[in-house]
């Protein structure tokens, strides 16, 4: 019984229209890439939903070189998705949104890795209680080349920035 209810009210707040949502665009590391982010407010935080095309394809880590995917995912500070420097792109999206100066992996914009399948398609939803649709309009949403380690600090060593998208209130 409970798995039906929780279907059906997935289903009842995927219907409306999002609180806020961040579209997703590659950079010159990965000019391909486009997605939505959309935020839900529901009781207690936020239902954050991913849908992400054309990631690089995941590799294994070789030597002292990392692996490519799962794709680290967090939320910034920064307002802009300005590139910048095309071998180290959108600086200006700042570190990781952190509004109680929480150690990593605790910060608010910090969320889980993004597994692609081999034609680069990733899927994601879930739930958190660290922020309000409404705490991140204006916050970049930044799609990392590397998984997050949830160890480093202050950011989880995830590597270069691939993508990136402005979250708008709607």
Do not use: W
């Not at 920035?161 to 209130?169: D, H, K, N």
Request: charged share 15%; glycine share 10%.
């Amino acid at each position: 019984m409970k798995i039906k209810n929780i279907f059906y009210f997935a289903n009842l707040i995927l219907s409306r229209t999002p609180d806020a949502q961040a579209e997703i665009t590659g950079g010159p590391l990965a000019p391909n890439v486009r997605g939505t982010v959309s935020f839900y407010e529901v009781q207690g935080g936020s239902l954050v939903v991913a849908e992400v095309y054309n990631l690089p394809k995941m590799t294994a880590p070789e030597g002292n070189s990392p692996p490519v995917g799962p794709f680290g995912f967090h939320i910034h500070e920064g307002t802009s998705c300005e590139i910048g420097t095309s071998t180290d792109p959108f600086q200006k999206a700042g570190g990781h949104f952190n509004p109680t100066n929480m150690p990593h992996p605790l910060h608010a914009g910090d969320m889980p890795v993004l597994f692609a399948n081999d034609n680069g398609y990733a899927y994601l939803a879930f739930f958190t209680d660290r922020f309000t649709p409404k705490e991140v309009v204006e916050r970049t949403v930044i799609i990392h080349q590397n998984p997050d380690d949830f160890r480093s600090q202050p950011a989880g060593n995830a590597g270069k920035r691939l993508a990136c998208g402005v979250i708008m209130a709607k």
